[in-house]
């Protein structure tokens, strides 16, 4: 056998065995889908049981925890990662990981049918999945609700001692600033925090929950909060955190502007899934009636479709007029706005 033969014939061989391998891999991954979840388990688990009730042979690994140490393990991981999706529970993540090249575009009609542009990348490399809507939360026993107009009127002197806020350093905080920043511009924006920030009665803490309790017990009287927080308090087993939250109410700012700061959950698929079919098959699934309805009245959050109604408890909070541009460009104001509450002493 000459030299060409044995080159041809280890060739052949060596072809085979990328092949067969490939083959191996794939099998082993063609029936998985992993999840890294900034959602909890006991929210996103009623969604993966309803998915599974059609889809049996597709075994769900999910993970939970911090999403900035996701993205963080991600770029990490790069090629070698296992991951397929990552869910993320605000537009700020979304817009960091797409910033990280750390998804991929996806091609879906469904998902394009579902889910309005507003609430998803331009690229379609990333999903709003559901609405979350940041009001202002006040004592319905000391506040007249008469006096509240608007975000920017919490600066105003009669609110002085009077409102209790979570950290800036919490993404939610982080993303209504960048919404201000957007529709008051950036000096307007500095301006309301400077005020703002006068008003507080305590050193900012806790989350979201908590400035609901506060309120309660007569620490402040104004919040900014997400309603599925209220919602779930108002429902909750505890019977102190649903005495908490019937002592509060909501009210919907800017109903004359720009409308009710809004936050999106949301995913995108990993830029080196090895599932992506699977990966396609559960996010149009999270976009589907069914999927959304779980989303509305499981989790009390509003669903990014028309035909999907909010559940009971939140309908009791009444319709408003949501900020209705493209929720990607409030990712993009994230670091200007971390820069002007940590200038102003927003921690």
Not at 13 to 32: A, G, P, Q, R, Y
Not at 173 to 194: A, D, P, V
Request: net charge positive; charged share 30%.
């Amino acid at each position: 056998m000459n030299i060409n033969k044995i080159c041809f014939f280890s060739f052949i061989v060596i072809t085979f065995l990328i092949l067969f391998n490939s083959l191996v891999l794939e099998s082993k991954t063609t029936n998985e889908l992993n999840i890294y979840s900034g959602r909890k388990s006991f929210l996103i688990e009623p969604l993966i049981n309803e998915f599974k009730k059609n889809n049996k042979e597709i075994k769900i690994n999910i993970i939970t925890g911090k999403e900035d140490a996701f993205i963080e393990r991600l770029k990490l991981e790069g090629v070698n990662t296992k991951a397929d999706i990552l869910l993320t529970t605000d537009v700020a993540r979304l817009t960091r990981a797409k910033k990280n090249n750390l998804f991929r575009k996806v091609d879906s009609e469904i998902l394009e049918k579902n889910i309005p542009l507003k609430f998803r990348s331009k690229e379609n490399d990333w999903f709003g999945l559901s609405v979350r809507s940041r009001p202002i939360i006040y004592s319905n026993e000391r506040v007249n609700v008469n006096k509240l107009n608007n975000y920017e009127s919490l600066s105003d002197e009669i609110w002085k001692s009077k409102i209790c806020m979570r950290s800036s350093n919490n993404v939610y905080n982080q993303s209504l600033i960048s919404y201000m920043i957007l529709n008051l511009g950036e000096k307007k924006t500095e301006k309301w925090i400077r005020e703002l920030v006068k008003n507080f009665s305590r050193k900012p803490s806790g989350g979201d929950r908590d400035q609901i309790r506060a309120i309660a017990s007569g620490q402040c009287d104004i919040t900014v909060a997400n309603t599925y927080y209220l919602a779930n308090m108002l429902v909750s087993k505890n019977e102190k955190d649903r005495k908490a939250a019937k002592k509060v109410a909501v009210f919907w700012p800017n109903q004359n502007t720009f409308g009710a700061h809004i936050n999106l959950s949301g995913a995108g698929i990993i830029k080196y899934t090895k599932n992506y079919k699977n990966a396609v098959l559960f996010l149009e699934f999270l976009s589907s009636k069914i999927g959304q309805e779980i989303y509305t009245k499981k989790i009390n959050e509003y669903s990014i479709r028309n035909d999907v109604k909010p559940s009971k408890i939140v309908t009791k909070f009444g319709e408003f007029k949501a900020y209705d541009l493209n929720l990607e460009e409030i990712g993009k104001e994230i670091n200007k706005s971390i820069k002007l509450s940590s200038k102003h002493g927003w921690r």
